[in-house]
C-alpha cells in the first residue's frame, strides 16, 4: 500500500529526497574522534537505499480551516456545501504510495486503509486531495459515532467526501480559484462505485440549504469564497454554520454510578485564556460497550488532585483524570457560567489534543467576511524604523499584505513576541505569556512548564490576531518548532548559521550549502530561509513524530560533527569567545520552548528587513540576508505564489533513525 523511497548513493544535489528517512546512518556516526575529523560527508553519504521515484506523494501540507459564524452569508460569490460529520482527511498520492493524513499532520494510513487503497486507483501521476472521512447511517447522514466504531473495527465501511484539490500531476492549485479547484477535483475522482466521493455543492441560497439540512437532522452548512485561494489558516474564506452545538471537551474525571453502571457522568474541562476550566458534566449518549472502552481508557488516567475546580456539591465521590482524553460533544447552549445544557457525549476524538481544546463561539458573519481587518491601527504616523523613517502604519499595511501568505506558517503555533512600543530604537523586551491585555483575535494555549504548571503561550490563526499583536506595538515574532496540535513533538529542524562580526555573506552562503549537502546525504531534504539578520537558517521539515529530547539530542550531535570536521570555519561553542572568525552552529532552536523567527516576518533592525523562504537556486546569488524589506510586501505575496516556491517548507519525513 505503502511504498518508502529513499536516496541511494551517490545521490547529486538536485535529486529528489526521500519520503521516509529510515535507511539513514546511525547517530553513532556524529560522534567523530579526532582522527575522524576530515571523514564526515564519507560517513553520512554511506546510507544504503533505493532510487526516488520521481513522481512522490505531495507531503503534508496546513489546512483550511472554518470560522464559526452565526448565520450563513449572502450572495453568489459563496459556495454551500455539506458539514460532514467525521475526521478531516488529507488524501496523498503518487509514485505508488499513498497516504491518509489527518488535520494536523498524523499519518492515519492504517486507520483509513480503505481510502489509501481507493486513492492507489486514481488515474493521476500525483494529488493531494482534501475531504472528511465518514460513516453514512441507514438514512444517508454521516454520523460521527458509526465512524468511531468502523475504526474500532470495520474500516470498509468508511467513505471520503473531497471538497478540494490542493496539488495535481506536481502542481500546485492552491493559488487558483475554488471553482476551478474543484472543477479539477470532479474530473478525477471514480465516476463509479467507490470510497472516494465528490463534495457537491451550491452557489447562494444558503440559507435555504442550511434550513433544509437541519430539517433532515443533519450537521449544517460550510460556506466557501467561490473565487478564493487555498489558504492553510483561519482566513474567513471558509465558514460554517452549524444545526446544533457541539465541539470538543476535555475529560477531566467520572463520578460513580449508584445503579449498575460504572460511571455515572463525564466531567469536562475546556481551556480558556490558556487555562483549563470546568465546563459541565455528560451522562447520556453512551451504550453499554462504550462505557466499558471509556474505563479501559480512563483507568491509567487517574489522580488524586482535582483536575479542575468544580462545584463540590455536584463532584462528590468524583474520580480525577490527567487532562489526556479529548470528547466531542453536542449540547443546547452553554450558561453564563460557561457550563453545558443538555450536553450528549459522541465519542472520543483522537485528531486532536487537549491543549488545543478552546471555548468555540460564534462570530458575526459580517464582520469575518469584511475585506479588510477589524483592527484599527492608532498612531499610524509614529516613526518605528527612524533610519528610513518607516511608521507603524507601513509595518501594519505590510503585515495586513502578507497574513494570507503568512498564517499557513505561523498559524496555531506558540509564539513569542519581539515588543517595541516606541519603535525599535527605543525599549524592546520579549513575550510569550499574556497578562489579559490583546482581546479576543488573540488565542491562548495551555503549555506545561518544567515545574508542573500550567502557563497559557500566546498563538493566532487570523489576520485579525497578527494586527492585534502589531497594534500593540509587535514587530517580531518568533514561533516554537512545533504546532499547538502537539506541542512535545517537533514538525521541523531549524539550524541557525550565526556568522561571526567580519564575516560576509559569501560566507554564509558556503554554510548553507555545506549543510544542504549533509543533511540531503542523511535523507533530510532541506529549505533555505533569509533571516533578515545576517545569517541563514537551514530548514528540514519533519513529520510531528520526535519529541524534543529525540529532536535536540540530535541537532546537538550533528552541529558537533560538523564543528570538529571543519573547526576553521565552523563552531557549536555557545561562548562568543570561542565564535571569532567563525559561524555558529545554532542547534539550540531544536528543543522544546525554544523560537525561531517566522517566515515573512519582520525584524526590528535598520531598515525593517523581512525574513524571507528563497529556493536553493536563489542561495546562490542572493546578496545578503537582510535583501527584503517592508517595502516588498506585493512582491513577497507574488513569490510566494510561484511556482519555484509552491513546495518549499514541505517535505514528509522524519529524523534518521538513531
Known sequence: MRLPQSVGRGASLGEPSPRRAGTSPPLAHFGLHEEQRPSIMARVSSAPGKAASTSRAPPFRAVQLATLVDTVPTGNRWLHEMKYDGYRVL???????????????LDWSEKFSGLVADALK????????????VVLDADGRSSFQALQNALKGAPASIGYFAFDLLELDGEDLTQLPLTERKAKLAKILPKGKSRLRYSDHIAGNGEKLLNQFCAAGLEGVISKRADGRYVGSRSGGWLKTKCIKRQEFVVVGWTPSDKSRLFRSLILGVHEDGVLRYAGKVG??????????????????????????????????????????????????????????????????????????????EAPVEAVTAETSSIKITNRDRVIFPEGKLTKGQLADYYAQVAPTMLPWIGSRPISLVRCPQGRAKKCFFQKHDAGSFGDAVRHVAIREKDGHDEPYLYVDTADGLLTFVQMGTIEFHGWGARIEDVE???????????????????????????????????????????????????????????????KDFAHRLAQAVAQSDPEHFTAALPKAQRKGRIFVDYLRNQRGATAVMPYGVRAREGAPVAVPITWKEMETIDKSSHWTIRDGAELVKRAGSKALSGWGRADQTLPDL
Do not use: C
Open 489 to 551: 513533538k517537533a514538525d521541523r529542524l531549524v539550524f541557525d548559521l550565526d556568522p561571526d562580526e567580519g564575516l560576509d555573506f559569501e560566507n554564509v552562503r558556503s554554510a548553507a550549502f555545506h549543510f544542504r549537502e549533509i543533511l540531503q546525504s542523511i535523507g533530510l531534504e532541506t529549505f533555505p530561509m533569509v533571516t533578515g539578520g545576517k545569517g541563514v537558517h537551514v530548514i528540514a521539515p519533519l513529520v510531528p513524530q520526535a519529541e524534543w529530547p529525540e529532536v
Open 122 to 133: 486514481l488515474k493521476v501521476s500525483s494529488a493531494l486531495i482534501d475531504g472528511e472521512a
Open 91 to 105: 488524501l496523498s498520492v503518487g509514485g505508488g504510495e499513498a497516504v491518509a493524513y489527518t488535520r494536523s499532520g
Open 284 to 361: 447520556t449518549g453512551f451504550d453499554t460497550q462504550e462505557i466499558i472502552d471509556l474505563m479501559a481508557v480512563m483507568a491509567p488516567l487517574e489522580q488524586e488532585a482535582p483536575t479542575v475546580k468544580a462545584p463540590r456539591a455536584e463532584m462528590r465521590g468524583a474520580h480525577w483524570l490527567r487532562p489526556k482524553l479529548v470528547a466531542e460533544i453536542a449540547f443546547t447552549e452553554m450558561t453564563n457560567e460557561g457550563t453545558l445544557r443538555h450536553p450528549s457525549f459522541l465519542g472520543l476524538r483522537e485528531d486532536k489534543k487537549p491543549e488545543a481544546v478552546v471555548v468555540e463561539t
